[in-house]
């Protein structure tokens, strides 16, 4: 089945210590999302990538960084992680940004815990 | 900003019962999404709606895009226990070549036995 796959879906680190989480996609999407969501919280957007074109929401703090290597996969790198960023951290994907082809599509997400 | 608005937090409802959920803005959405959410998972995508007055069913589910474009609402009917999650309208506003999209807050859903 073509899908939203995230790995690891549990993720532990330490206070500092330089996490990345993976997201890859069965679905040949031309954008990717990433999303932090804390508990009973809505999705948070963080930044999007449209093919190789990436777009940084403005509040999304300089410690979270992104990396695109090709169409498949895209990795969320944490540089720094504080105890505030222990979060779900969801992946999505959608076909293109215009109207009928903008419809997100979610993996199961990580749960990163920091110590 | 754009923002959905979706109360209450939560919704205790018997098994079998039907149970409807809405979603309202001040501002006017292109697209309007419903999601389920289960503990520990990604949000699940349950109908997608594209035009104003636009009525949608998927299964025991039935979702509408308001005519103002400022509201939607989601039915669920003859609830079951596996029901049970979080319940998130999203909206899609464009502006030239970007699309962003808000989410609201989320119901709650309880099915007792």
């Known amino acids: 089945d073509a899908m939203v796959i995230q790995n690891p879906r549990y993720q532990v680190t330490q206070f500092g210590k330089p996490v990345t989480l993976s997201c890859s996609q069965t679905l040949n999407h031309n954008v990717m999302y990433w999303y932090q969501q804390k508990s009973s919280q809505a999705p948070k957007l963080l930044f999007h990538?449209?093919?190789?074109?990436?777009?940084n929401e403005a509040d999304t703090p300089d410690n979270f960084q992104s990396r695109r290597p090709n169409t498949s996969f895209c990795f969320l790198d944490i540089r720094s992680p504080g105890l505030g960023d222990a979060a779900m951290y969801l992946c999505?994907?959608?076909?293109?940004?215009?109207?009928?082809?903008?419809?997100?599509?979610f993996g199961p997400g990580t749960r990163l815990t920091v110590l | 900003g754009q923002q959905l608005n979706q109360s209450p937090q939560s919704m205790f409802i018997q098994e079998g019962e039907d149970v409807s959920m809405n979603c309202t803005s001040s501002s006017i959405f292109n697209t309007w999404l419903w999601y389920k959410q289960d503990p520990g998972e990604g949000p699940v995508l349950l109908i997608a709606l594209y035009k104003a007055g636009e009525l949608t069913s998927n299964g025991r589910l039935t979702a509408q895009f308001g005519i103002t474009r400022k509201d939607s609402f989601l039915n669920i009917s003859a609830s079951i226990p596996s029901d049970v999650g979080i319940y998130f309208c999203a909206g899609h506003f464009r502006t030239g070549a970007n699309s962003k999209l808000t989410f609201g807050k989320g119901i709650t859903l309880s099915v007792r036995p």
């Open positions: 999505a994907t959608s076909r293109d940004l215009w109207s009928g082809t903008d419809t997100q599509y």
């Open positions: 990538y449209y093919d190789k074109d990436f777009n």
